[in-house]
Nanobody, 121 residues
Framework: VQLQASGGGLVQAGGSLRLSCAAS????????MGWFRQPPGKEREFVAA????????TYADSVKGRFTISRDNAKNTVYLQMNSLKPEDTAIYYC???????????????WGQGTLVTVSS
């Protein structure tokens, strides 16, 4: 399984970015896709996840109402729409494949490479 993340960049506070994560190779319908992030000098933390077939979603409290996770199963791609970005959202964002609810680092089966999001104040 390979996960290819893209879409990071530099944005001003209040702006928006959309991250994408394309999965290739063998994927499992029982696994969910999610996003984690690692701010500078901090541990990796959960951001959002979506079940692969059921469309259920879950979010970290810090991003609820600002971030939206979605998926396109035909493309094996998951998206993270990030609105109203804040400087504290600055981090390396990683996509992850794991069992639902896929909200803990220890439960992740596969990691993508990170994509850097920088939010300037």
């Amino acid at each position: 399984v390979q996960l290819q993340a893209s879409g990071g960049g530099l944005v001003q506070a209040g702006g928006s970015l959309r991250l994408s994560c394309a999965a290739s190779g063998r994927t499992f319908s029982t696994l969910s896709m999610g996003w984690f992030r690692q701010p500078p000098g901090k541990e990796r933390e959960f951001v959002a996840a979506i079940s692969w077939s059921g469309g259920s979603t879950t979010y970290a409290d810090s991003v609820k109402g600002r971030f939206t996770i979605s998926r396109d199963n035909a493309k094996n791609t998951v998206y993270l729409q990030m609105n109203s970005l804040k400087p504290e959202d600055t981090a390396i964002y990683y996509c992850a494949l794991g069992p639902w609810p896929n909200n803990r680092v220890i439960l992740v089966n596969y990691w993508g490479q990170g994509t850097l999001v920088t939010v300037s104040s």
